[in-house]
Antibody, heavy 120, light 109 residues
Framework: QLQLQESGPGLVKPSETLSLTCTVS??????????WGWIRQPPGKGLEWIGS???????YYNPSLKSRVTISVDTTRNQFSLKMNSVTAADTAVYYC????????????WGQGTLVTVSS | EIVLTQSPGTLSLSPGDRATLSCRAS???????LAWYQQKPGQAPRLLIY???SRATGIPDRFSGSGSGTDFTLSISRLEPEDSAVYYC??????????FGPGTKVDIK
């Protein structure tokens, strides 16, 4: 059974860089046709797509966040990562890593989510 | 930019009832890329429906999806207490951007 697990600091200071890693187990991040991505959800609010990556390194970002976000992949560790710079309190959210399946553009596997709070 | 609107905001129903949730797009979208997710408190969202009407693995047939163009519907028959959750519709657009609706909260008492 495929599992995704987010890890990283739960507290980040304003103007600094948020860094999260998603470890994939029970499957390979190099599997053909699957993309890997990040979704976030501010407390009590809805879902926002951040971006996604293919194991080859091709990336796709939400235009509203593109200038601050970098998603990368480490196939040797079966992991992919999110970096978001210049964070503010508005970036406080639960961050989920997900698997994206392009034929229908669905998100079929989700990590449990990790809360990142931006505060000094 | 395609905006998804969901209604109602909250639905209060009883066990055994039928729930009808609406997702409306600001312009016509491809049904192939219309999905629904269920999110219970403290949990990650779970895929329910994709391609407008296809149930994801393990989803009971009480859940069904329909629609086309700008109007899509998630129906839940024979409601059970564990169906209490927030339900989100999601659309993939050509600019490789996923868009989610604001969600409908279903409260079953």
């Amino acid at each position: 059974q495929l599992q995704l697990q987010e890890s990283g600091p739960g507290l980040v200071k304003p103007s600094e860089t948020l860094s999260l890693t998603c470890t994939v187990s029970g499957g390979y991040i190099t599997s053909n046709n699957y993309y890997w991505g990040w979704i976030r959800q501010p407390p009590g609010k809805g879902l926002e797509w951040i971006g996604s990556i293919y194991y080859s390194g091709s990336t796709y970002y939400n235009p509203s966040l593109k200038s601050r976000v970098t998603i990368s992949v480490d196939t040797t560790r079966n992991q992919f990562s999110l970096k978001m710079n210049s964070v503010t309190a508005a970036d406080t959210a639960v961050y989920y890593c997900v698997r994206r399946y392009p034929p229908w553009e669905l998100l079929d596997y989700w990590g449990q989510g990790t809360l990142v709070t931006v505060s000094s | 930019e395609i905006v998804l609107t969901q209604s109602p905001g909250t639905l209060s129903l009883s066990p055994g009832d039928r729930a009808t949730l609406s997702c409306r797009a600001s312009q016509s979208v491809s049904g192939r890329y219309l999905a629904w997710y269920q999110q219970k408190p403290g949990q990650a969202p779970r895929l329910l429906i994709y391609d407008t009407s296809s149930r994801a693995t393990g989803i009971p047939d009480r859940f069904s999806g329909s629609g086309s163009g700008t109007d899509f519907t998630l129906s839940i028959s024979r409601l059970e207490p564990e169906d209490s959750a927030v339900y989100y519709c999601q659309q993939y657009v050509s600019s490789l951007l996923f868009t989610f609706g604001p969600g409908t909260k279903v409260d079953i008492k």
